[in-house]
């Protein structure tokens, strides 16, 4: 895994605003807004191939024994790509330091000046969380909310923040020019993989059903639209612009202050929704007739007035509308909220302050904070059920409550209470539940995971404990922001599936590789089934396709990456899709980290977006999306 972040910009405390400060003793609590992240470096995809830039050897490329690593860059890099050159001392994908104030490199811990956006954590890191309706006689005496946790910004590395962000235009005339505007001069095909088995963030959820992707006649895809990135307001380094979705017809992100729908094979706008301010963060999940739920600032913030995330709101995506928009109070003063989620035609929001629901269809209230106690509920995980993880205690001893509730009631069907001392946990799966934490801070690498607890959302007992050390597994998980954002694993078939760290491929050519491995969820133990990279590729499980995993392929610095299903019983990979291996394209595609990105993939389309806008940049073009597609 990867080394930890530096902590938060801390911005200065307002009433019911600013990160929440942790009492020795229960209190009141106050509203708060999310702590600002450090500004992250933004990528730099370029218009067309710079081939006055050659790239020296690193992994993945031909190299003689004993020849040393690459120098690090003299500016943060954005990570090239999987087997490209790299600066190995600080780990995968990232720099040696990271970023100072607006952006400047700085020493690891360094205290650094907060921006005007009071950036979220990227999203390659989970979801929502919400609060739910106190019950008499509850354990923690109900979902009653207390101002307490200290907020501590999750990893955010020079590889993984992606430029851009908004889609301020996407191809909408349909010009060949403008659609490989990343590939000037140069095929937009990818390899002609055959579907048969190759050599070597998820979403969690029941097995259901029969897979449904199947591999194509031509695995080799194509550039279908990009969308530049937008630029920021002057003043500003970077602006969140975490959310995106895909429905039959649609692919949906979110801009500065705005969500466009695109047509998913075209790229063509089918329709802009104009909100006041940027999206803080955003649910992946969608209703059956496509809805979702985002979070949202009520203005553009400014270096004087950050604003706060106070207002929650269902979003049409095939209509391109905004169903409705509410707020939830603690006391006097507006949620800022983390997260938000839907589950059982439930919307829930949480934060430090407290959180509250709604009904998805009408916007009505299904409870709101309680703030009489020292338990409140700091997020939940949605989908199949609706999971809640509620901190009680004081900060120096706190217990984390892991409930799965009714998501029309709040009332908590079962209970499984952590050990003492874990602060953060983020909800892997709900369907069966999967709970990831970082256990006494052991993982040492800023993935906030060192084990994996199954959990029996019926009786609330544990199933397993699942050891995932830092060093031997590439998953991550922020528990501290958005509970149920996971990337690198993904659960299905009562198992957890998870992407191993790189590690030599034990061949003469100095390549690396990694793999997906395979836990039983009954039992906490590996199932032995092992799906292989590949020399000089780096595999990500995404999501389930029945029973089935979807995974990407990162490619070395001369191939393009890869969509493969992997049979969850015999772990046989069938290539879906290959993309474009010429410079231009690589150069894009490499910049959607699979840990920091956003990365959509169903019926033969891939789409990868960035999750911050950004100005550290010289270039004429940035894309915060490319979108590829097989024949």
Same mark, same amino acid.
């Given at each position: *895994?990867?080394?930890?972040?530096?902590?938060?910009?801390?911005?200065?405390? &307002?009433?019911?605003?600013?990160?929440? &400060?942790?009492?020795?003793?229960?209190?009141?609590?106050?509203?708060?807004?999310?702590?600002?992240?450090?500004?992250?470096?933004? &990528?730099?995809?370029?218009?067309?191939?710079?081939?006055?830039?050659?790239?020296?050897?690193?992994?993945?490329?031909?190299?003689?024994?004993?020849?040393?690593?690459?120098?690090?860059?003299?500016?943060?890099?954005?990570?090239?790509?999987?087997?490209?050159?790299?600066?190995?001392?600080?780990?995968?994908?990232?720099?040696?330091?990271?970023?100072?104030?607006?952006?400047?490199?700085?020493?690891?811990?360094?205290?650094?000046?907060?921006?005007?956006?009071?950036?979220?954590?990227?999203?390659?890191?989970?979801?929502?969380?919400?609060? *739910?309706?106190?019950?008499?006689?509850?354990?923690?005496?109900?979902?009653?909310?207390?101002?307490?946790?200290?907020?501590?910004?999750?990893? #955010?590395?020079?590889?993984? %923040?992606?430029?851009?962000?908004?889609? !301020?235009?996407?191809?909408?005339?349909?010009?060949?020019?403008?659609?490989?505007?990343?590939?000037?001069?140069?095929?937009?095909?990818?390899?002609?993989?055959?579907?048969? $088995?190759?050599?070597?963030?998820?979403?969690?959820?029941?097995?259901?059903?029969?897979?449904?992707?199947?591999?194509?006649?031509?695995?080799?895809?194509?550039?279908?639209?990009?969308?530049?990135?937008?630029?920021?307001?002057?003043?500003?380094?970077?602006?969140?612009?975490?959310?995106?979705? %895909?429905?039959?017809?649609?692919?949906?992100?979110?801009?500065?202050? $705005?969500?466009?729908?695109?047509?998913?094979?075209?790229?063509?706008?089918?329709?802009?929704?104009? %909100?006041?301010?940027?999206?803080?963060?955003?649910?992946?999940?969608?209703?059956?007739?496509?809805?979702?739920?985002?979070?949202?600032?009520?203005? *553009?913030?400014?270096?004087?007035?950050?604003?706060?995330?106070?207002?929650?709101?269902?979003?049409?995506?095939?209509?391109?509308?905004?169903?409705?928009?509410?707020?939830?109070?603690?006391?006097?003063?507006?949620?800022?909220?983390?997260?938000?989620?839907?589950?059982?035609?439930? #919307?829930?929001?949480?934060?430090?302050?407290?959180?509250?629901?709604?009904?998805?269809?009408?916007?009505?209230?299904? !409870?709101?904070?309680?703030?009489?106690?020292?338990?409140?509920?700091?997020?939940?995980?949605?989908?199949?059920?609706?999971?809640?993880?509620?901190?009680?205690?004081?900060?120096?001893?706190?217990?984390?409550?892991? &409930?799965?509730?009714?998501?029309?009631?709040?009332?908590?069907?079962?209970?499984?209470?952590?050990?003492?001392?874990?602060?953060?946990?983020?909800?892997?799966?709900?369907?069966?539940?999967?709970?990831?934490?970082?256990?006494?801070?052991?993982?040492?690498?800023?993935?906030?995971?060192?084990?994996?607890?199954?959990?029996?959302?019926?009786?609330?007992?544990?199933?397993?404990?699942?050891?995932?050390?830092?060093?031997?597994?590439?998953?991550?998980?922020?528990?501290?922001?958005?509970?149920?954002?996971?990337?690198?694993?993904?659960?299905?078939?009562?198992?957890?599936?998870?992407?191993?760290?790189?590690?030599?491929?034990?061949?003469?050519?100095?390549?690396?590789?990694?793999?997906?491995?395979?836990?039983?969820?009954?039992?906490?133990?590996?199932?032995?089934?092992?799906?292989?990279?590949?020399?000089?590729?780096?595999?990500?499980?995404?999501?389930?396709?029945?029973?089935?995993?979807?995974?990407?392929?990162?490619?070395?610095?001369?191939?393009?990456?890869?969509?493969?299903?992997?049979?969850?019983?015999?772990?046989?990979?069938?290539?879906?899709? $290959?993309?474009?291996?010429?410079?231009?394209?690589?150069?894009?595609?490499?910049?959607?980290?699979?840990?920091?990105?956003?990365?959509?993939?169903?019926?033969?389309? %891939?789409? *990868?977006?960035?999750?911050?806008?950004?100005?550290?940049?010289?270039?004429?073009?940035?894309?915060? #999306?490319?979108?590829?597609?097989?024949?």
């Amino acid at each position: *895994m990867t080394q930890p972040p530096p902590p938060p910009n801390q911005p200065p405390q &307002q009433p019911g605003f600013g990160p929440p &400060q942790e009492p020795s003793q229960p209190q009141q609590p106050a509203p708060s807004a999310p702590a600002t992240p450090p500004t992250p470096p933004a &990528q730099q995809p370029p218009a067309g191939p710079d081939l006055s830039k050659a790239p020296q050897p690193g992994y993945g490329y031909p190299q003689a024994p004993g020849t040393p690593p690459p120098a690090a860059p003299p500016t943060p890099p954005q990570g090239p790509g999987y087997g490209y050159p790299q600066q190995p001392p600080a780990g995968y994908g990232y720099p040696a330091q990271q970023p100072g104030p607006y952006g400047q490199p700085g020493p690891y811990g360094q205290p650094q000046q907060p921006g005007p956006y009071g950036q979220q954590p990227p999203y390659g890191y989970a979801q929502p969380t919400v609060p *739910m309706q106190a019950q008499a006689g509850q354990q923690g005496g109900g979902r009653k909310i207390n101002a307490q946790v200290a907020i501590i910004v999750s990893a #955010v590395a020079a590889i993984a %923040l992606i430029v851009g962000g908004g889609v !301020w235009y996407a191809n909408s005339s349909g010009k060949d020019d403008d659609k490989q505007t990343t590939a000037e001069g140069g095929d937009t095909k990818g390899g002609k993989g055959d579907g048969k $088995e190759g050599g070597g963030s998820g979403d969690g959820g029941a097995t259901t059903g029969e897979a449904k992707e199947k591999a194509p006649a031509s695995t080799g895809s194509k550039v279908l639209f990009q969308v530049p990135s937008p630029k920021v307001p002057k003043g500003t380094t970077s602006i969140p612009i975490s959310g995106s979705w %895909l429905t039959d017809s649609v692919y949906a992100k979110s801009g500065l202050s $705005e969500i466009t729908g695109y047509d998913r094979g075209t790229g063509t706008k089918k329709w802009t929704l104009d %909100l006041p301010g940027p999206v803080c963060t955003a649910t992946p999940h969608l209703t059956e007739d496509n809805k979702t739920a985002i979070v949202h600032k009520p203005a *553009m913030p400014t270096a004087q007035d950050p604003k706060s995330c106070t207002e929650v709101a269902v979003i049409d995506l095939e209509a391109g509308t905004k169903v409705w928009s509410k707020t939830a109070k603690s006391g006097t003063m507006p949620i800022s909220f983390n997260n938000v989620t839907l589950s059982g035609g439930t #919307v829930a929001a949480g934060s430090t302050s407290g959180g509250a629901a709604w009904d998805v269809a009408t916007g009505d209230e299904r !409870w709101a904070p309680k703030t009489s106690d020292s338990c409140y509920d700091a997020g939940y995980g949605g989908g199949p059920k609706l999971v809640a993880v509620r901190k009680c205690g004081s900060y120096d001893q706190r217990q984390l409550h892991i &409930q799965t509730v009714d998501p029309t009631s709040g009332d908590v069907l079962a209970e499984y209470k952590m050990d003492e001392g874990i602060e953060y946990a983020a909800v892997v799966s709900t369907d069966p539940l999967v709970v990831a934490a970082d256990v006494g801070d052991s993982a040492g690498d800023g993935s906030g995971i060192s084990d994996f607890f199954s959990i029996d959302s019926k009786t609330g007992k544990l199933r397993a404990r699942l050891s995932a050390p830092g060093d031997e597994f590439a998953a991550r998980c922020d528990g501290i922001y958005k509970v149920e954002n996971c990337s690198g694993v993904t659960v299905g078939n009562d198992r957890l599936y998870i992407a191993t760290e790189e590690h030599d491929s034990g061949g003469e050519s100095y390549s690396q590789t990694n793999e997906v491995v395979a836990f039983d969820l009954a039992t906490g133990k590996q199932t032995g089934q092992r799906a292989d990279a590949g020399e000089n590729y780096e595999i990500y499980p995404l999501r389930m396709d029945g029973p089935n995993v979807i995974a990407y392929k990162r490619p070395p610095y001369d191939k393009g990456g890869q969509i493969v299903s992997i049979d969850g019983e015999s772990f046989k990979e069938t290539l879906l899709m $290959e993309n474009p291996s010429t410079e231009a394209v690589r150069d894009v595609e490499s910049r959607m980290s699979p840990e920091y990105s956003e990365i959509q993939y169903g019926q033969g389309g %891939l789409y *990868m977006s960035s999750v911050y806008a950004s100005d550290f940049t010289t270039r004429e073009k940035e894309y915060s #999306v490319i979108a590829f597609g097989t024949e």
